[in-house]
């Protein structure tokens, strides 16, 4: 799978702060959404139509988190774990392959 620092799901570990002391002076983020799970946010998610795909990737360049990956086939998959759905993957396409539809819960 691809993601972002080259780390996979099952390599990715949370950063563990043992004391305030080892805090940094300015905000930092705990971890990215590799370790942190924030796909149940969503409330439009995108959905990737094979036919209308042409591999260029670009929905994977531009996705801001690690929620696109490729498959064997070279294909584009959605991992709804990560996704966040807002919809930049569908909108940089630039065959209209990714469309966003209403999350149902």
Do not use: H
Request: aromatic content about 10%; proline content about 9%; hydrophobic content about 30%.
């Amino acid at each position: 799978m691809n993601t972002l620092f080259g780390k996979t799901k099952e390599e990715a570990k949370p950063i563990v702060l043992k004391s305030v002391d080892e805090y940094p002076e300015a905000p930092i983020s705990l971890g990215t959404t590799l370790v942190n799970p924030t796909g149940d946010w969503r409330t439009f998610k995108p959905v990737v139509n094979e036919e209308k795909c042409v591999k260029c990737y670009i929905c994977w360049k531009y996705c801001p988190e690690p929620a696109i990956y490729i498959k064997p086939d070279g294909y584009v998959a959605i991992d709804y774990d990560y996704c966040k759905g807002c919809g930049i993957c569908a909108n940089e396409c630039p065959t209209k392959a990714i469309t966003m539809i209403k999350e149902e819960k």
